[in-house]
């Protein structure tokens, strides 16, 4: 089953760089270019010079921001920059944020190097389909600096608490080696370098036969697989014991009080022809159609009995707001029989997934946005914020939008196992794990 083990971590020396907090960033898939800038003028050793360098005229196929970034990490290990750990460690990561409602969470996970496997061997699940351009894009740097950056986000199921235990007894005994604000991501970051052998063995024996649910991360856990294969077939005297057969992961309990996923709500635009009393009748087949007057109350009243709907019915409802003239409408779906039908092949897990049910029902079958529309980024655009799925539609940027519950764990943990794949956006753990306070470098 899975392994986890420890390892020497980069990490940032703080005589030269000074704040940590000024040298983290957000994993690259959530980094605009304005961010990008934002990071690169806040310290002159960020490590958005690693996890995404910038492009610059004249680059080719031999000297580009993957090049340079291989370049950066060898002059900040040259000039002590960055220095290895002297030990093997695992390390203790906590975030400390805020929900829109004012609820303050902590999410508590443990950083190690988690030994690839494929996926068919049932040890690492996935539950998303990945693209190849992200995976050539992390590829080139991995081939260009031999290490991971940004960890991938991993889940893992001990309904005793065995290793939460342990982590947190450790916690209350000791002080945060690192203490940063996480910045454009909003948290508190606390991070233990845990090198005492014998909570390293208490961790690793209490995760023998455990499985990991890939949270996020699915596109780096890809590349790390290939980048791996690629290195063994150079190395004569491949073991299966180098570095480069794992990866850097922060693996969390399921069942962790800080654990969160944020709903993605459908913003729908470019659809013609479609008319409201239309789209009702053919929404009726399927769906009970429930009518919620607002009046014309302001966006942030809307968005608040938006949520009140959605936590009142649960799972399988839907919200549509098409704009200031009109209700909101709780769209309830009547029977699964339907999404079986439709889909006679596919898992239950996959059958009873919201998601799977807005896709396949109306955003397919009545709107026409189909794998074709969805591949180009066409109709749709996705918010985790029910306030801008209402503004948008306001302004008269978006035709409508769908609001939703979010996916749960649970449920994550059905379609995984059942070797299913969710739809695109399915999934927003909230918040993105910070990049830059460990480093792991395999070669």
């Not at 492009?55 to 920059?81: F, I, M, S």
């Not at 309990?253 to 709500?265: A, F, Q, R, S, Y």
């Not at 769906?287 to 949520?307: L, M, P, W, Y």
Request: charged share 25%; glycine share 6%; aromatic share 8%.
């Amino acid at each position: 089953m899975a392994e986890i083990l420890p390892f020497k971590a980069l990490r940032y020396n703080i005589d030269l760089v000074g704040d940590v907090s000024n040298v983290i960033t957000p994993p690259y898939d959530i980094i605009s270019s304005q961010e990008q800038d934002e990071y690169y003028s806040l310290n002159l050793y960020n490590s958005i010079r690693l996890e995404l360098p910038k492009e610059l005229p004249g680059d080719n196929n031999h000297y580009n921001k993957y090049t340079r970034a291989g370049e950066t990490l060898n002059n900040w290990l040259e000039q002590g920059v960055l220095l290895p750990e002297k030990k093997d460690c695992l390390y203790i990561y906590q975030q400390e944020f805020d929900l829109e409602d004012g609820k303050t969470l902590t999410r508590t996970g443990l950083i190690g190097l988690i030994r690839l496997e494929e996926f068919d061997k049932g040890i690492i699940l996935p539950h998303e389909n990945t693209l190849s351009k992200p995976k050539a894009d992390r590829l080139n740097l991995m081939r260009a600096c031999n290490a991971n950056f940004s960890q991938v986000f991993g889940l893992y199921d001990d309904p005793q608490a065995h290793i939460p235990s342990i982590i947190n007894d450790y916690c209350w005994k000791h002080t945060p080696d690192i203490l940063a604000d996480g910045g454009l991501i909003k948290t508190n970051e606390k991070l233990w370098a845990v090198d005492d052998p014998q909570f390293i063995r208490d961790v690793s024996g209490a995760f023998i036969g455990k499985q990991i649910y890939i949270a996020d991360g699915h596109h780096r856990y890809e590349t790390a697989l290939a980048y791996r294969n690629e290195l063994r077939e150079k190395n004569p005297n491949h073991t299966g014991d180098e570095l480069y057969n794992y990866v850097m992961m922060t693996i969390v309990e399921m069942e962790d009080p800080g654990l969160v996923i944020l709903p993605t709500h459908r913003m729908v635009s470019g659809i013609h022809n479609v008319g409201l009393a239309s789209l009702m009748d053919d929404l009726k087949e399927h769906f009970h159609i429930e009518e919620h007057d607002v009046g014309t109350t302001n966006a942030n009243n809307k968005s608040s009995v938006i949520q009140n709907i959605l936590d009142d019915k649960g799972l399988h409802t839907f919200v549509l707001y098409s704009g200031k003239d009109s209700p909101l409408y709780s769209l309830s779906l009547k029977s699964l029989a339907i999404m079986s039908s439709l889909h006679p092949n596919r898992h239950s897990s996959y059958l009873d997934l919201d998601v799977s049910i807005l896709h396949t029902l109306i955003l397919e079958r009545i709107l026409g946005i189909g794998e074709k529309e969805l591949a180009n980024q066409e109709n749709l655009k996705y918010t985790h914020s029910i306030l801008e799925g209402v503004e948008e539609v306001d302004r008269g940027d978006q035709q409508m939008t769908f609001f939703m519950n979010a996916t749960t764990i649970r449920q994550i943990q059905e379609v995984s196992l059942a070797k299913e794949k969710m739809p695109q956006k399915s999934t927003y753990f909230y918040p993105k794990l910070i990049t830059g306070l460990v480093f792991n470098k395999f070669l």
